[in-house]
């Protein structure tokens, strides 16, 4: 069956209020799987300003525009007619959700990875709410602690396998995108989202950061990042910029290397502000100040 856009929203919104039902904070999405409203401060002329998260009291501001209250996402897709999806914001209370994100389109066998990865590190999947995306991939919905903050990574955990954590968010079932409709796995639409198994977790959280750490040279492994953002290609720009960052973060040398990383984006093409606003994200996401 054919839907309108209308017909989409009207279904998007249905049901965004059925998860928050279930204490789920959601926003709307659009068919690109983007929040559907742009953020009201995309024209500041300091994007190197304090970022805000929604206290200037406007929409858009993505993830942190997410609420369980029926009156404000009413409001959410009254101001974005054109959302077809919704997402689930994930790291907040009731749940402190973390969607473990199996990618088919990598080239890679994600779902073998994480079954290596299970049998590696001692643990087991529990039964969960499973959502199926239309590349065949699979979105597991399991809980966290509420004083532990999940990043959000891309492959860290291993080819193929993204984490949505703390500031990310999931893609609702029921959503309409570009290249289909996320599905809840049949069986699963029932439950409610397991606890990560600890063991997992403990391979999800980054390891607590030295209290007064040297700033080490960057040296090899910090040119060998440059040059893999200086080789990208259209397309590739902004995800290996962030890939690069992320593992700088992650090897202490994120602030001795913002400035090369910069400059070899900037020669790839992307503009000064959007690779300091994407370094900018990889130290958020790998539980650094940038």
């Not at 928050?20 to 500041?44: F, Y």
């Not at 929409?59 to 974005?80: C, K, M, T, W």
């Not at 949505?164 to 069986?187: E, F």
Request: proline share 11%.
């Amino acid at each position: 069956m054919a839907y309108t856009d209308r017909q989409a929203t009207t279904l998007a919104l249905a049901h965004a209020l059925s998860a928050a039902e279930r204490g789920l904070a959601v926003i709307p999405l659009s068919r690109t799987k983007l929040p559907a409203l742009r953020s009201p401060h995309r024209d500041d002329p300091d994007p190197a300003g304090p970022r805000c998260h929604g206290q200037c009291g406007r929409f858009g501001h993505g993830v942190y525009d997410a609420s369980a209250d029926p009156v404000r996402i009413r409001e959410l897709f009254a101001a974005a007619p054109w959302a077809t999806g919704y997402g689930i914001a994930c790291g907040l209370a009731p749940y402190h959700l973390i969607g473990v994100d199996l990618d088919t389109k990598s080239g890679t066998n994600s779902s073998t990875a994480l079954r290596e990865l299970a049998l590696r590190h001692l643990f087991t999947i529990p039964e969960t709410v499973v959502v199926r995306t239309p590349s065949g991939g699979r979105h597991l919905w399991l809980t966290g602690p509420p004083d532990v903050v999940v990043p959000n990574s891309a492959g860290r955990l291993a080819p193929g396998i993204d984490i949505r954590g703390a500031g990310g968010y999931l893609v609702g079932p029921g959503s309409r995108t570009d290249h289909g409709v996320y599905t809840t796995t049949p069986g699963t639409a029932h439950l409610t989202p397991a606890p990560c198994p600890p063991s997992l977790l403990r391979l999800l959280v980054p390891p607590p950061r030295p209290p007064h750490p040297n700033p080490p040279v960057p040296g090899d492994h910090g040119r060998g990042l440059v040059q893999f953002v200086l080789s990208a290609h259209e397309g590739q720009r902004n995800t290996r910029l962030f890939w690069a960052a992320c593992r700088a973060y992650e090897n202490g040398i994120g602030p001795a290397l913002a400035d090369p990383l910069t400059e070899a984006a900037l020669g790839t093409g992307l503009s000064e502000r959007e690779a300091r606003a994407t370094i900018a994200s990889a130290a958020r996401m790998t539980g650094h100040r940038p």
